[in-house]
């Protein structure tokens, strides 16, 4: 019998405490799986290095970057990771343009917000077998 698809949602935060506390609080009782992330080294290292299956979702706290994090952080994209980004806090357009941002959530983070984002971001969506072309 063929195993089933692993359609488990798994989440990367990079955040501090207190918004980290409200991001818990969005997945309690949700088949999603949340990682943390304490540096923005350690969120590039699990999101590209990290044997499969990784985070399909970083939900970033931007405005708790510095400037120089927020290059480092761009080596998500350029080492090939393809997931969505919801970033929370205040992103300029250019950022969200250079790191592909799916979402922006400013504060004040009030309940459902985020659990809406990722339903948004389409992560999880089963996805339609194409007919293979033959040759």
Known sequence: ?????????????LAADA???????????EAITLQVARSVDHAVSALVEDPPPRATILVCDFDTLEPAQLMELHQVRERGWFGAIIGLGNVPPPLRTSLAITHVIAPPFVKNMLRNAIARAGIGVSTTRMPRLDE
């Open 19 to 29: 918004t980290l506390t409200w991001i818990e609080e969005e997945f309690a009782n």
């Open 1 to 13: 019998m063929p195993r089933s698809a692993d359609l488990t949602i798994r989440v990367l935060a």
